[in-house]
């Protein structure tokens, strides 16, 4: 409930910055513009979000590059299509696993946030990928393995024309101002709270 509560109030702090400062400008449909997009909230499918527009984007023709900063060391369904997909996907995990579940030290977790944050910022400036998706990055933030000052700066380097997607909850509101859509996901319902454990082929 306190994620939640947090959630919800950085949204709204972000929604009365946007409805002070936004102006709604003309539209010319043959722009080419990269999009900061960012996909938070405590229900699922943040991921599943982001992996969507993923797919979109390669059935363009473009390239994609997913960093996950936590999912380390799981088999999912994701890393199996990105194994035929190559190199058009491209997903690394640079996560070490969630860290209060594994044996990893404090120090090894950041070491590969680290890693990722690197990966990242060099996958934006090769102009390799039209997509680039930063996987439960604000996970990461929270758990004090990167900065929102990095997070800040990161987005700033964006090309013009490159998509950047961040993932995770709690999305802050430094951030939130900065990008072009942001979706809350909301928990309404949830199969775990029926003792249905998480499932091949939709959960991973």
Known sequence: MLVLAKNKANMAKAKMTLDNTEEIGSMDENEIRGLTVI???????????????????????????VIQFIKGEIETGELRL?????????????????????????????KAAGEGFEMALKALE??????????EIFYALQAGLVTEEQISALIDRKPPETHLVLTGRS?????????DLVTS????????????????????
């Open 39 to 65: 996909f938070t909230g405590d229900g699922k499918g943040k991921t599943s979000a982001a992996l969507g527009g993923a797919l979109r984007c390669l059935g363009h023709g473009y390239r994609v590059k």
């Open 82 to 110: 990105a194994e035929r997909l190559k190199p058009d996907l491209d997903i690394t995990q640079a996560g070490r696993g969630f860290t209060w579940l594994d044996d990893h030290s404090d120090d090894e977790h950041k």
């Open 171 to 179: 999305a802050p509101e430094s951030i939130i101002v900065k990008a």
């Open 126 to 135: 090769s102009d390799e990928y039209k997509t680039v998706v930063l996987d």
């Open 185 to 204: 996901m909301q928990d309404i319902k949830h199969p775990s709270r029926q003792g249905i454990p998480a499932q091949k082929g939709m959960d991973y």
